[in-house]
Each structure stands twice: as C-alpha cells, then as structure tokens.
T-cell receptor
C-alpha cells in the first residue's frame, strides 16, 4: 500500500529544547494529521491540516502542510517530559476517510 | 478519554481460534474504523463502516470480518488465528464517513496469539 516515510524514527532531546519531525510521501495527500500515542493508549489527534501551505498551532505544537502536498512537518517547542511518546503523521487522499499512517517518531525527553 | 470504548483490553488465545473485538463509538458518531498496529507494520487501516454499511476496505485479510449494528457499535471478528495476527487493534469513530471529519481512537485491544 501507500507509504508515508516519517523521520526520524526516534529522537532524544533535552527538556526545554525544540524538536522537529517530518513526513514525506511520493503521493499527494489532501489532508495531513498528526497524532500522539502514549504507551497502552490509542492515538490522540493533535493537529489537522487541510490546505497546502497551511501552518497550524496547538499550544507548543506547530505543524505545516507542505506546498507540494507530499509532506508535512511537526515542531514541538520547549519540550517537556510529558511530550514523551510516539508521534504519527497520517495522510488522507480523497473524499473517503481512509488514513495512511507513517511509521511514527518515538520522542524521548531528558529532564 | 476520546469517548470511544473497546473491549476487551487484552486477549490471549491460541492459533486456529476465533475471537471477537468490540467497539462503541463516541456518542453521535456514525462511522467506525478498524486499524491494526503491529511492531513491523505500524498502523494499518482495515475497514470502515458508516451507519451500518461497509464504506471502505483496506488491508483486511479474508479471515477477518466486521459489522456495525443498529446501535452503531461494531465488532471485528478474527478467525483461524495465526501468530502473526498478534497486534494492537484500534477502533476509531467519526461523525460522518467523509473527509474533513476527524477520527478519534479508542484505547485498543491487545491480541496475543500463542
């Protein structure tokens, strides 16, 4: 099936630092979503992006829908220990609601 | 708490067996989606139901089937289980079945096949 390439696969950061992760595809997507998954829990929606070039924030999180519609970026500013978890990007191609997920970025924050 | 409930939380069974996973969507949501999350495959879309009818199919095996009942809860049936079916199974729901309507995930059912 379609693949979303998410990078990095994992990352360590120091508390207070900013972090960035991205998702790329060879196909165009009409919607990009970012989810966070804590251990033993289901993914929680963080940010949804609907237009190419769109930049949206949710607290310390900022995500962008790439101009080419083939990529998206998530930035977390001033990371804190509770940011630890796995972040997934997801893309939607058409009017149906099927999501394609990236492989996830595991974030670890050192206090 | 997303409002989506799934039971059971954990399930351990043997190869060749059949199990049923249950999902109740958020109040007011008509669409239910099933996903499989395994270590080597990430989150894979299986199937979507909207108001009782199948809406979209993803990478769902023929050994797996699902249905959505009049009260909108959904069940995912997995039969002739294999070791490789061990995974987390998530249900998500949304108000409708179309784009621009986001999906909210339940806590998942962890299936272990021994």
């Amino acid at each position: 099936g379609q693949q979303l390439n998410q990078s990095p696969q994992s990352m360590f950061t120091q508390e207070g630092e900013d972090v960035s992760m991205n998702c790329t595809s060879s196909s165009i997507f009409n919607t990009w979503l970012w989810y966070k998954q804590d251990p033993g829990e289901g993914p929680v929606l963080l940010i949804a992006l609907y237009k190419a070039g769109e930049l949206t924030s949710n607290g310390r999180l900022t995500a962008q829908f790439g101009i080419t519609r083939k990529d998206s970026f998530l930035n977390i500013s001033a990371s804190i220990p509770s940011d630890v978890g796995i972040y997934f990007c997801a893309g939607r191609r058409n009017a149906g609601n099927m999501l394609t997920f990236g492989g996830g970025t595991r974030l670890m924050v050192k206090p | 708490d997303s409002g989506v409930t799934q039971t059971p939380k954990h399930l351990i069974t043997a190869t060749g067996q059949r199990v049923t996973l249950r999902c109740s969507p958020r109040s007011g949501d008509l669409s239910v989606y099933w996903y499989q999350q395994s270590l080597d495959q990430g989150l894979q879309f299986l199937i979507q139901y909207y108001n009782g009818e199948e809406r979209a199919k993803g990478n769902i095996l023929e050994r797996f089937s699902a249905q959505q009942f009049p009260d909108l809860h959904s069940e995912l049936n997995l039969s002739s289980l294999e070791l490789g079916d061990s995974a987390l199974y998530f249900c998500a729901s949304s108000v409708s079945g179309y784009a621009l309507v986001e999906q909210y995930f339940g806590p998942g059912t962890r299936l272990t096949v021994t």
